[in-house]
T-cell receptor, first 111, second 112 residues
């Protein structure tokens, strides 16, 4: 089954404690993205990756890092989380026909 | 700056037709997508328009006019399960590749 998986689904952490949210897709897509969703703001792109070892900033990259060492995985790293990074995070991969497939989401609370 | 505008809320009756508009101001425009998101769920893809005109997929159609920087999503024969949020999103060429910018979303309420 074609899918995008994210882990963890829910996470409560404290300010400054490094965390990683994993994302994996099994569709061999080249393009992957991370978004955050906050009430009233829609989805905002954090980072995207056009292919392995090719990443670039989206609209809200501050406080986040990503890496793309292999095609299927695109982890999101928060080196020093702060309360304003409390949000719902979605990973997505995009087919050549421009369909984006979203993962189930990760709810993050930073205390 | 880059921006998208869509209505925050639309209400319609079951069985009716509803149109959700999206206007955008962007540079490097490549295409317009629509997504549906139910409460507590992930966005799901509905359509993508790269060229002017109407694309039809079952009860849903999407239209794009690049010269007017405008598009819409048309939902026909509305069903209660269509109550959800709908997002338009533009694909734009950035220095490092293609970015995706989403609108704030339109909440659709379908009444019996």
């Amino acid at each position: 089954e074609a899918q995008v998986t994210q882990n963890p689904r829910y996470l409560i952490t404290v300010t400054g404690k490094k965390l990683t949210v994993t994302c994996s897709q099994n569709m061999n897509h080249e393009y992957m993205s991370w978004y955050r969703q906050d009430p009233g703001l829609g989805l905002r792109q954090i980072y995207y990756s056009m292919n392995v070892e090719v990443t670039d900033k989206g609209d809200v990259p501050e406080g986040y890092k990503v890496s793309r060492k292999e095609k299927r995985n695109f982890p999101l790293i928060l080196e020093s989380p702060s309360p304003n990074q409390t949000s719902l995070y979605f990973c997505a991969s995009q087919s050549p026909m421009k369909t984006q497939y979203f993962g189930p989401g990760t709810r993050l609370l930073v205390l | 700056g880059q921006s998208l505008e869509q209505p925050s809320e639309v209400t319609a009756v079951e069985g009716a037709i509803v149109q959700i508009n999206c206007t955008y101001q962007t540079s490097g425009f490549y295409g317009l997508s629509w997504y549906q998101q139910h409460d507590g769920g992930a966005p799901t893809f509905l359509s993508y328009n790269a060229l002017d005109g109407l694309e039809e997929t079952g009860r849903f159609s999407s239209f794009l006019s690049r010269s007017d920087s405008y598009g819409y999503l048309l939902l026909q024969e509305l069903q209660m399960k269509d109550s959800a949020s709908y997002f338009c999103a533009v694909r734009v060429l950035n220095t490092g590749g293609f970015k995706t910018i989403f609108g704030a979303g339109t909440r659709l309420f379908v009444k019996a």
